[in-house]
């Protein structure tokens, strides 16, 4: 599977299960653990895991494991690891707290429709 083709089937995982202010950050300037990071916010512990569990039954369908899996039940931030593609879920307080939009601010943010 393509990396653009990665990053669209995770974003559209996200967007089914309601995930909200979903971002597309492009580091593969400024990082070589990456070429994307993909942000996202849930309201609660359940969707956090619904969006978790979309994005893995997705990628596992089109081939893709995923390289490691950080998080469980209770945990307001998930990060699951693509090797080029990291997906960040995030409880909108945890979000706020680690920025990671701002401390990535030397990728590039991508809408969706430019991939």
Known sequence: MEIKDMVKAIYEALDNKKAFDIKIVDISNVSVMADYFIVASGDNQNQLMAMQNEV????????????????????????????????????????????????????????????
């Open 56 to 115: 893995d039954k997705t990628m596992h369908e089109n081939g893709v494991l995923p390289k490691q899996i950080e998080g469980n039940r209770t945990s307001t931030w998930i990060l699951m690891d693509y090797e080029d593609v990291i997906v960040h879920i995030f409880s909108e307080e945890d979000r706020l707290f680690y920025d990671l939009e701002k401390i990535w601010q030397d990728g590039k943010t991508i809408d969706i429709n430019d991939l």
